[in-house]
């Protein structure tokens, strides 16, 4: 199953051995990594950052590696993401914005991925809009496969680069109230999260309207409520998910008006969290629907620094998929 | 196992490097040193440490991980890949004689990824090489121009340097055979 | 139904073996005297009287030939997936003597000019009897009533707008009624079109997990409890297709409490499977979809205390590229012809659940009754269609050895106890299973009276 039982999550609780390599050679998701992977990929990205501070940012540990980004979701934040990290590690990057019309077209994922692989890439990088297409390219194809986005059901380095940020300013995770507030049931974003979050020990909690909690959310190992108030009381970080205003249509919220009311992150709702509480939203943002202006742009967001993170972690992910020898697991 | 370099011995080497060094270079205002992760770092900072004893000034002294300069990502054995860390280099290295310091001299391959990596931060007046040990069997054309001890070995042999402030003591010991050393 | 009758004169005595038929109370050693076709004498010790004799093996069991009341055969229109010779190919593999079509074919079978294509078809395939099923509505799109007493007459034994529920409850009221003229059931896919919406899988925490939208078991449950109503309204016979939740079955059983006319029936998969088992493999995409362990265990409860009329596979043949895409653009579907007996066997009988009588109620005699059909049972005078199981064979399943032209199937290697020795339509042997000792006997006397 993609997210362990509570119960089987809580073990992992135990201090890692560290560990210098992967054992998968794609990221598919959060879910399939230890959290001694975890930690060697958040320290390699803690390293990368590096790279990004110098005047030549680009060093040559992907030269000669092909990278194809094939995108079938408009996405600008994690393609110009991914592609500024495989760029500062000297990869050949193309980016594909396959159609999701291609199906309508007549051909399939399997063929279109079969079309990229014959001109020998070394790693896909793929966003689709169903959940399980990473899985299933990494059944067919022999490019290493890195899930940028699939469905409702991971985006691993979304994630990553979430927890990353979150330790830069509270080192020890295990001891953090996390509240994630917005549309839960369609998350990709929230899946990962979930499962990271709760990997390295963390409280979480999840808010939405109670029509944008998962079924069996209760299995997650999250409290579940549809009490911001309660969600923020004393939260160490405030994780904020987009709203998707089409969702108005699917009667799962009346109007952004309301959802702002009710849910939208501001200035005094964010007073009942710690004082020191970061807000991190994993963007775009809907200014006046999840989030207040003056809290996006005020002192406590580290909404930037997550996306800078993000460079930092695909990076590294690249990096560790890369330099696993291949024929690996 | 066989010990070739005990710690007073290290200690007396390094402060004959840092005496050549000065000897070699006026002008302590362009000098800084880069260690070369791991042990290249602890070895710069006791020579930055013996020049501040000679001359009473302090050369800079920054990190350098060549992890990313490697040109053995994908062919490695099976054995782990090396885990990336950070590198620190504190100073522009525009217009300064760096030295770069390694703890063995063996292949010359991870001399060439720290030259492709020290290019990247900037255009040195000089790059001037310090080992500790160089034990022959170059694959590339380098050379160093400061050598603690020139430690003759066969290719099986690996050498080990041990310091005391990464492995709590110092030692320079030669072993058979070679397990994987690629310095 | 065009099976040719053995021999007009030489009749066939099946001798010894076991012989289970709930509708004459046998359960016991029993021979079968068959003349053209149909059962002559039911009875210990018949004599012989220049009959080919086929001595059955003790440890088989002759059943009334199995009725298959929900497959699709997708002739017309696709054959791609299946046609209707390798359908009733797969059926008698599969141990069943007939089987109901289901009408979403293309075009759908809405006129009594598919149906007689159909039957057509089936006749020259000459293996499984082929029962159409009717649409109910042109098109199956809810809107206007087929000519129902057209389709009756042009062979077809029920209606149904499978894949898609009857979703306007008037229109299901005016269907129950006119078909009851013709004592035809009405077979309803239930479902509540809003709410199942673009889901793919049960909703609940492995859907969740997995980021699949779900679809809750409300959505069939408002629909089971709607026809339930209609049917107690109208008097008309409602027969409810592959019931999966609990919420349903506690519906029907209800209304049979209360005497109305509800049948329903349930799948091998949701008996047996639940939706701990998802993951991205789209030969777990089925709908109903999988339901959560305590519906699974509703739906034995349900065949234990009879609530439960008929197990039926839902035989969804997909071809193995429509299959091979993302979970939520794959079509939803499995086939089951050719695993269903031996699931059952194993499930079932070997489990203890259920005794090979009641089996064989769920497997013929009822699904024979619902349709108005003439098996279903051995009674003389019925027809010579009868399944032969071996309920000790071993066998796994091998779906590339399927005569389904699908291998869409969860159960694929799975190893199972319990299968199908021989398959005799009309008295005449359409399949005899290779893999089980002593079946040899049924393929010898084809062979005779072949030559």
Redesign the interface.
């Known amino acids: 199953m993609t997210l362990p039982p509570a119960a089987d999550r809580a073990a992992t609780g135990v201090p890692a051995q560290p560990v210098?390599?992967l054992r998968s050679r794609h990221l598919l998701g959060v879910a399939d990594l230890t959290p001694a992977e975890v930690l060697?990929i958040l320290?390699?990205a803690?390293?990368?950052r590096?790279?990004g501070t110098?005047?030549?940012k680009?060093?040559?540990?992907?030269r000669g590696k092909t990278v194809v980004n094939l995108f079938f979701e408009p996405s600008t934040r994690t393609r110009t993401s991914f592609e500024i990290a495989e760029k500062r590690?000297s990869a050949d990057t193309l980016s594909v914005a396959a159609s999701s019309s291609s199906v309508a077209k007549g051909e399939t994922l399997v063929d279109t991925a079969r079309n990229i692989e014959a001109m020998a890439p070394d790693m896909i990088v793929l966003r689709h809009q169903s959940s399980g297409a990473c899985q299933m390219l990494a059944g067919v194809c022999s490019s290493r496969i890195i899930n940028a986005g699939d469905g409702m059901h991971e985006h691993p380095t979304q994630a990553l680069l979430d927890v990353l940020t979150i330790r830069e300013h509270k080192p020890a995770l295990a001891s953090l109230k996390v509240a994630i507030v917005g549309d839960l049931l369609h998350s990709r974003v929230l899946r990962s999260n979930v499962a990271l979050l709760g990997m390295l020990g963390a409280d979480v909690w999840v808010c939405g309207p109670t029509t944008m909690i998962p079924p069996g959310v209760s299995r997650f190992g999250v409290t579940a409520t549809s009490s911001v108030d309660a969600a923020v009381e004393g939260a160490d970080v405030v994780m904020l998910l987009r709203i998707q205003l089409e969702r108005m249509r699917g009667h799962f919220f009346p109007s952004r008006r309301e959802y702002f009311r009710l849910f939208g992150m501001s200035a005094e709702r964010l007073a009942r969290a710690k004082p020191d509480v970061i807000i991190m939203h994993p963007g775009p943002l809907n200014r006046g629907v999840e989030i207040a202006s003056d809290v996006a742009d005020g002192p406590y967001s580290v909404i930037l620094e997550q996306v800078s993170n993000g460079v930092a972690v695909r990076m590294?992910v690249l990096?560790?998929l890369?330099?696993?020898?291949?024929g690996g697991a | 196992m066989a010990v070739v370099m005990e710690a007073a011995l290290i200690d007396r080497a390094l402060m004959r490097i840092s005496h050549e060094i000065l000897e070699r270079n006026r002008g302590l205002e362009e000098l800084a040193l880069v260690g070369i992760r791991t042990r290249g770092v602890p070895i710069a900072q006791r020579i930055a440490g013996n020049l501040f004893e000679i001359v009473r000034h302090r050369v800079p002294s920054g990190t350098l991980?060549i992890?990313?300069?490697?040109d053995d990502?994908?062919r490695?054995?099976?054995g782990?890949?090396?885990?990336?860390?950070?590198?620190?280099i504190p100073f522009s290295i525009d217009e300064r004689r760096i030295l770069l310091v390694d703890d063995v001299l063996f292949t010359g391959r991870t001399i060439r990824a720290a030259l492709?990596?020290l290019v990247?931060?900037?255009r040195p007046l000089a790059i001037q090489l310090v080992v500790l040990v160089d034990r022959g069997h170059r694959e590339l054309p380098i050379k160093a121009d400061y050598v603690g001890k020139n430690l003759p070995t066969s290719i099986r042999e690996s050498v080990q340097v041990r310091l005391a402030e990464t492995d709590g003591f110092d030692e320079v010991s030669i072993r058979e055979p070679a397990s994987e050393d690629r310095s | 139904m065009t099976t040719t009758p053995r021999g007009d004169e030489q009749p066939l005595l099946l001798k010894g073996g076991r012989m289970v038929d709930p509708a004459q109370g046998i359960d016991g050693a029993c021979d079968l005297l068959v003349r053209r076709g149909v059962v002559e004498r039911v009875g210990r010790d018949l004599p012989a009287e220049g009959a080919v004799v086929i001595q059955v093996p003790a440890d088989l069991v002759v059943c009334p030939g199995f009725v298959d009341m929900h497959v699709h055969l997708r002739e017309p229109g696709q054959e791609h997936k299946e046609t209707i010779a390798s359908g009733a190919a797969a059926a008698v593999a599969g141990g069943f003597t007939a089987v109901a079509c289901m009408p979403n074919t293309d075009p759908v079978n809405d006129h009594a000019g598919v149906t007689e294509e159909i039957l057509r078809k089936a006749a020259a395939a000459g293996l499984a009897r082929v029962h159409p099923i009717g649409a109910v509505t042109l098109g199956s799109r809810g809107e206007r009533m087929t000519e129902i007493g057209e389709l009756r007459a042009a062979g077809c034994v029920a209606v149904s707008d499978d894949g898609h529920p009857v979703a306007d409850a008037l229109m299901m009221r005016r269907a129950l009624e006119y078909a009851s003229m013709f004592e035809m059931p009405v077979v309803d896919h239930c479902e509540d079109p809003s709410l199942k919406g673009d889901g793919s899988a049960h909703e609940g925490y492995y859907a969740s997990a997995l980021g699949i939208r779900g679809i809750p078991g409300a959505a069939e449950e408002i629909m089971v409890a709607r026809d339930v109503t209609l049917s107690e309204l109208t008097g008309g016979a409602a027969h409810i297709a592959h019931m999966s939740t609990r919420g349903s079955l506690r519906a029907v059983r209800q209304g049979k409490e209360r005497g109305v006319r509800v049948t329903c029936e349930v799948t091998p998969h949701h008996f047996i499977l639940t939706d701990e088992a998802l993951s991205y493999d789209t030969n777990y995409k089925m709908n109903p979809p999988l339901r959560e362990a305590a519906d699974r265990d509703a739906m034995i409860a349900g065949l234990v205390d009879g609530t439960i009329d008929v197990i039926a596979t839902d035989h969804a043949p997909h071809h193995a590229d429509e299959k091979a895409v993302e979970f939520d653009a794959a079509p939803f579907g499995i086939i089951g012809l050719e695993t269903a007996v031996p699931l059952v066997l194993d499930r079932l009988l070997h489990a203890g659940l259920l005794p090979l009588g009641r089996l064989v109620e769920l497997l013929a005699t009822n699904p024979a009754r619902i349709l108005g059909l003439p098996g279903g049972s051995l009674a003389p005078g019925s027809p010579a269609d009868v399944t032969v199981l071996a309920p000790d064979a071993t066998a796994t399943v091998a779906a590339g050895e399927f005569r389904s032209l699908a291998r869409n199937t969860p159960f694929d290697g799975w190893r199972l106890r319990g299968g199908v020795a021989a398959v005799l339509i009309a008295g005449r042997t359409v399949h005899a299973n290779a893999q089980v000792a002593g079946a040899g006997v049924f393929a010898a006397a084809a062979d005779d009276s072949a030559g």
């Open positions: 210098q390599r060697l320290d390699t803690e390293a990368m590096e790279v110098r005047t030549i680009k060093v040559p540990a992907l590690l590294a990096y560790l890369a330099g696993l020898e291949e | 991980d992890t990313l300069y490697r990502l994908m490695h054995p099976v782990p890949q090396p885990v990336l860390r950070r590198t620190e492709d990596a990247d931060f900037g």
